[in-house]
């Protein structure tokens, strides 16, 4: 079945720094990856996304690359803010099933 | 419609007892997805259902799980003789055909003594 790693595990920023994300999926078929965010005791909720047609995608502070080749898709957080401390998790999508990383904690610090 | 809806939200049970959560997806949603989730892990996949068809169940599941869909609507999730490592939150989820999107509920947090 598909494995997603993800790193870090934690990750501390000052507030207006970039952070990075990093994840790897082993399974070539998948071709989905969403981004969700939870933040504590609340639900996971989909910041983002990127299909494998496509290599990279923005919104706003937020962007997705994917390299197929490698099977490695990031996520970029500019200008970081308070408000982006939580969880996110990757995830990879093939036939429907979704698959999660185990989850980084970012720290936006004031 | 709210959202994915899930009770009981909080369960505390004795080893070796049964329980029963129940999850109601957004209406026009097709797919409802079941999973666990415990501190700081991700969600781990357990099962998935397309309408009333469950389509794959996690073979880390052992035969004390069982879900069900009966008309494509709810979905319930029964975990029979429970055991303290069953302790976790249960995340259900749904999503339509055409964006893969999830859409959590809140879950169901199962403590067993």
């Known amino acids: 079945g598909e494995n997603v790693e993800q790193h870090p595990s934690t990750l501390s920023v000052q507030e207006g720094d970039s952070a990075v994300i990093k994840c790897t999926y082993s399974?070539?078929?998948?071709?989905?990856f969403p981004w969700y965010k939870q933040e504590l005791g609340k639900r996971p909720q989909l910041i983002i996304d990127?299909?494998?047609?496509?290599g990279e995608k923005k919104d706003q502070r937020i962007a997705v690359t994917l390299n197929k080749t490698a099977k490695h898709f990031s996520l970029h957080i500019t200008e970081t803010q308070p408000e982006d401390s939580a969880v996110y998790f990757c995830a990879a999508s093939k036939d429907q099933k979704v698959t999660f990383g185990i989850g980084t904690k970012l720290q936006v610090i004031p | 419609d709210t959202g994915v809806s899930q009770n009981p939200r909080h369960k505390i049970t004795k080893r070796g007892q049964n329980v029963t959560f129940r999850c109601d997806p957004i209406?026009?949603?097709?797919?409802l997805y079941w999973y666990r989730q415990t501190l700081g892990q991700g969600p781990e996949f357990l099962t998935y259902?397309?309408?009333?068809?469950?389509?794959?169940k996690s073979r880390l599941l052992s035969d004390r799980f069982s879900a069900e869909r009966p008309k494509g609507s709810f979905s319930t999730l029964e975990i029979q003789r429970t055991e303290q490592g069953d302790s976790a939150m249960y995340l259900c989820a749904s999503s339509d055909s055409n964006t893969g999107e999830l859409f959590f509920g809140e879950g169901s947090r199962l403590t067993v003594l």
């Open positions: 399974d070539s078929a998948s071709n989905y």
């Open positions: 990127i299909r494998s047609n496509v």
């Open positions: 209406s026009e949603h097709n797919r």
């Open positions: 259902f397309q309408n009333e068809a469950q389509l794959e």
